[in-house]
């Protein structure tokens, strides 16, 4: 089965040389291998559409065990909720990669079931967070409007379920202006919720979650606090800028 948007009906994942972007990606320089696991494979790839060339990225994931397969019997996959959270969030006004094509099949290359996903690329103007502050090490601008923007996330009930710097990307040419929140994007919403008010537990847990994704990025204590105090400017929340770094610091630690 397959679920396709308007003008994306030739894409074929069964078509990709999937065991050979594995294997040997350096012989695909033009293509992106973002991700290789044992049953996941993310690739970027150039496709035409329309006339006119496109950045995508498909997403394959295996169903090699019973387990998996009798799961599939009950409830959807991952790539599934994926794609309807991508459609809520960015309904919502928050930019995610939109998605373009979702498709479950027998791919016979692997001799088992497997999933589908490809979503639209983000712009070259669009650039990672964790790689900003790590390349500039100033927390100023973009720092503010990260704040501005997860507040804004939160209370319109958008949960990321692993919010790293490393999932946040903003485009450098809407950045100026740090209250411009539609300068931000989302990626990776695998387990993230939408609908659903934020409590108190989920916020602290986004805040760890990127406070340690920066610590080797130069985030201090200060800068932390300055977030918090345009995160939650009346302290509805009662966040402690000290224990949470000093968390994220010994989650660091051990890992």
């Keep these: 089965?397959?679920?396709?948007?308007?003008?994306?009906?030739?894409?074929?994942?069964?078509?990709?040389?999937?065991k050979q972007?594995?294997?040997?990606?350096?012989?695909?320089?033009?293509?992106?291998?973002?991700?290789v696991s044992s049953a996941r494979t993310v690739v970027g790839m150039t496709v035409a559409v329309g006339g006119r060339d496109e950045r995508i990225y498909f997403k394959r994931s295996l169903r090699r065990?019973?387990?998996?397969?009798?799961?599939?019997?009950?409830?959807?996959s991952k790539e599934w909720r994926e794609w309807n959270l991508a459609r809520a969030i960015g309904a919502a006004g928050v930019w995610v990669p939109k998605p373009l094509f979702y498709g479950e099949a027998f791919d016979p290359s692997v001799g088992c079931a497997a999933v589908f996903l490809a979503t639209r690329a983000l712009e070259p103007s669009w650039r990672e967070a964790k790689a900003f502050f790590k390349e500039h090490k100033r927390y100023d601008r973009e720092w503010k409007s990260l704040a501005a923007f997860t507040r804004r996330l939160h209370d319109l009930?958008?949960?990321h379920a692993d919010y790293r710097s490393d999932h946040v990307y903003f485009d450098q040419t809407r950045v100026g202006v740090w209250e411009d929140l539609s300068a931000w994007a989302l990626i990776d919403l695998d387990g993230s919720r939408v609908g659903e008010p934020?409590?108190?537990?989920?916020?602290?847990?986004a805040l760890l979650q990127l406070t340690e994704?920066?610590?080797?990025?130069?985030?201090?204590?200060?800068?932390?606090?300055?977030?918090?105090?345009?995160?939650?400017?009346?302290?509805q929340w009662?966040?402690?800028?000290?224990p949470i770094h000093a968390e994220a610091l010994r989650n660091g630690a051990r890992h």
Excluded at 1 to 11: A, D, H, K, N
Excluded at 21 to 35: E, G, I, M, S
């Design 21 to 35: 972007l594995r294997r040997t990606p350096q012989d695909f320089p033009d293509w992106h291998v973002a991700k």
């Design 238 to 242: 009662g966040f402690d800028a000290a």
């Design 65 to 76: 065990s019973f387990v998996d397969r009798l799961q599939a019997l009950v409830r959807p």
């Design 157 to 159: 009930d958008i949960y």
């Design 213 to 235: 994704s920066l610590l080797k990025s130069g985030l201090t204590l200060e800068q932390l606090k300055e977030f918090i105090a345009i995160y939650d400017p009346t302290g």
């Design 198 to 205: 934020v409590k108190r537990p989920a916020r602290l847990r």
């Design 1 to 18: 089965m397959r679920v396709v948007e308007p003008g994306y009906e030739s894409l074929d994942p069964l078509a990709l040389p999937w």
